[in-house]
């Protein structure tokens, strides 16, 4: 090895060093520095603000507040909505080849059965109409 690569090598490794000593340094915040006086009071403020003062909550305001968080992150990922989407089954009849969804239900509707010869566009369309048949219930 020549000398300007043992030098480069030195002097990365030396550089590398320096800036994993920088960063794990006891002052930095970031890697637990300074912990107890980042923030004076933060904790309590938190409490404070969760509870609206000192008092811990009722079972029942937990519950409420369970019950309204369980309901909004079913409608914010839609699973209180039904779903219809194409799913090819391969079994050469298209009247099969759509599956609806609402969570863990699973529905796979026989549509357009009057129509001998049924193309993407209609059976999509007949999917909409399911789908929306099954949310209004």
């Not at 915040?29 to 609206?52: H, I, K």
């Not at 609806?100 to 193309?119: I, K, M, Q």
Request: charged residues 30%; hydrophobic residues 35%.
């Amino acid at each position: 090895m020549s000398i300007s690569k043992k030098l480069f090598a030195v002097f990365a490794m030396l550089g590398a060093s320096l800036v994993m000593v920088g960063c794990s340094a006891d002052g930095n915040p970031r890697f637990g520095g300074f912990e107890e006086d980042a923030q004076p009071g933060y904790e309590q403020l938190v409490e404070d603000q969760r509870y609206g003062g000192s008092e811990e909550p009722s079972q029942s305001e937990v519950d409420q507040a369970a019950e309204e968080s369980y309901e909004q992150v079913r409608e914010e990922l839609g699973l209180d909505a039904w779903s219809c989407t194409i799913s090819v089954t391969y079994n050469d009849d298209w009247h099969d080849d759509v599956l609806c969804r609402n969570g863990s239900a699973v529905d796979r509707p026989y549509l357009r059965e009057w129509d001998s010869f049924v193309e993407e566009w209609e059976i999509l369309e007949s999917a909409a109409e399911y789908e929306a048949e099954l949310n209004a219930r």
